[in-house]
C-alpha cells in the first residue's frame, strides 16, 4: 500500500515543498492549514495523491477529524510531519507582548503536543515517524527571543518523543534548518535554504530503513 503523509502548515514554503517531494516519492499526502485556497490549489497540482483538508492545528477536534479522514482516504497514515508554526512581531520579554507569546506558544508548542498524542494511535498500526520542524533557533542562545524558547521546547521534546515511539518500533525526528527563504520573513532571502532543501531532509528521515533513527537533521545555509 501506498505511504501517507500528513503535513501541517502545508499551505506554502517547506509544507508545501515537502508535499511535492512526497509525491514524487511516491507517497499520499494530507494538506492540513488554515489557508483553504492555499491547500486546495496545492491538492489541484499534486492529484489524486493529494488530500486538503482545511484544519487549526491549535484545536484537538479538527485535528483529529483530520487524522481520520485521512486514514479513512488513503487507509493508513506512516508519517505526520508537525511544520506549522508562528513568530512574533515584537521580539525580546521586556518589550514583548504576552497577547503574541500565548498565540505562538499554542502554535509552536500545544498543536505539536495534540498533533503527536492524536498521530500515536495511527502510527502505531505502521511503525510510523513524527517528524518536527525544529530551528537552529532551539539549538542556540538568542537574546530574549521566546521564539526561540518554543524551539528549544521542540527539540527536547523530538527526543523525548522518539524515545517513547522506540517502545512499538515508531520514530521521531527532529529537523533543524537555520534561515529558510519562506514568507515567514517579509524579505525574500534567495541565498539561504530553500524550503526544498528542508523537504530533502524530510525525506531522508523518513526513508531510513527500519534499523535506522535519525533523531535530528541540522541544516544550514552556506552563505
Same mark, same amino acid.
Given at each position: 500500500?501506498? /505511504? !501517507?503523509?500528513?503535513?501541517? +502548515?502545508?499551505?506554502? %514554503?517547506?509544507? @508545501?515543498?515537502?508535499?511535492?517531494?512526497?509525491?514524487?516519492? #511516491?507517497?499520499?499526502?494530507?494538506?492540513?492549514?488554515?489557508?483553504?485556497?492555499?491547500?486546495?490549489?496545492?491538492?489541484?497540482?499534486?492529484?489524486?495523491?493529494?488530500?486538503?483538508?482545511?484544519?487549526?492545528?491549535?484545536?484537538?477536534?479538527?485535528?483529529?477529524?483530520?487524522?481520520? /479522514? !485521512?486514514?479513512?482516504?488513503? +487507509?493508513?497514515?506512516? %508519517?505526520?510531519? @508537525?511544520?506549522?508554526?508562528?513568530?512574533?512581531?515584537?521580539? #525580546?520579554?521586556?518589550?514583548?507582548?504576552?497577547?503574541?507569546?500565548?498565540?505562538?506558544?499554542?502554535?509552536?508548542?500545544?498543536?505539536?503536543?495534540?498533533?503527536?498524542?492524536?498521530?500515536?494511535?495511527?502510527?502505531?498500526?505502521?511503525?510510523?515517524?513524527?517528524?518536527?520542524?525544529?530551528?537552529?533557533?532551539?539549538?542556540?542562545?538568542?537574546?530574549?527571543?521566546?521564539?526561540?524558547?518554543?524551539?528549544?521546547?521542540?527539540?527536547?521534546? #523530538?527526543?523525548?518523543?522518539?524515545?517513547?515511539?522506540?517502545?512499538?518500533?515508531?520514530?521521531?525526528?527532529?529537523?533543524?534548518?537555520?534561515?529558510?527563504?519562506?514568507?515567514?520573513?517579509?524579505?525574500?532571502?534567495?541565498?539561504?535554504?530553500?524550503?526544498?532543501?528542508?523537504?530533502?531532509?524530510?525525506?531522508?528521515?523518513?526513508?531510513?530503513?527500519?534499523?535506522?533513527?535519525?533523531?535530528?537533521?541540522?541544516?544550514?545555509?552556506?552563505?
Amino acid at each position: 500500500m501506498t /505511504k !501517507t503523509l500528513v503535513i501541517t +502548515g502545508a499551505s506554502s %514554503g517547506i509544507g @508545501a515543498a515537502t508535499a511535492r517531494a512526497a509525491c514524487d516519492a #511516491g507517497w499520499n499526502v494530507a494538506l492540513l492549514a488554515r489557508s483553504t485556497d492555499k491547500i486546495e490549489e496545492l491538492s489541484a497540482e499534486l492529484g489524486d495523491a493529494a488530500l486538503a483538508i482545511p484544519c487549526d492545528v491549535t484545536k484537538r477536534d479538527q485535528l483529529e477529524a483530520a487524522l481520520s /479522514k !485521512t486514514a479513512d482516504t488513503f +487507509g493508513q497514515i506512516d %508519517g505526520v510531519f @508537525a511544520n506549522a508554526g508562528t513568530g512574533v512581531s515584537t521580539p #525580546g520579554v521586556e518589550n514583548g507582548d504576552p497577547d503574541e507569546w500565548h498565540d505562538m506558544i499554542h502554535v509552536n508548542i500545544l498543536a505539536v503536543l495534540y498533533a503527536a498524542k492524536l498521530a500515536i494511535p495511527h502510527l502505531k498500526k505502521t511503525k510510523g515517524h513524527f517528524v518536527i520542524t525544529g530551528s537552529k533557533a532551539g539549538r542556540d542562545s538568542f537574546k530574549g527571543s521566546v521564539y526561540s524558547a518554543t524551539k528549544h521546547f521542540i527539540h527536547g521534546f #523530538g527526543e523525548n518523543l522518539a524515545e517513547e515511539m522506540r517502545e512499538w518500533g515508531g520514530r521521531a525526528c527532529v529537523i533543524a534548518p537555520g534561515m529558510v527563504n519562506t514568507p515567514f520573513f517579509d524579505e525574500p532571502k534567495p541565498d539561504k535554504l530553500q524550503p526544498e532543501d528542508v523537504a530533502e531532509a524530510v525525506l531522508f528521515a523518513l526513508s531510513q530503513p527500519a534499523t535506522s533513527s535519525v533523531r535530528e537533521i541540522y541544516l544550514m545555509p552556506n552563505d
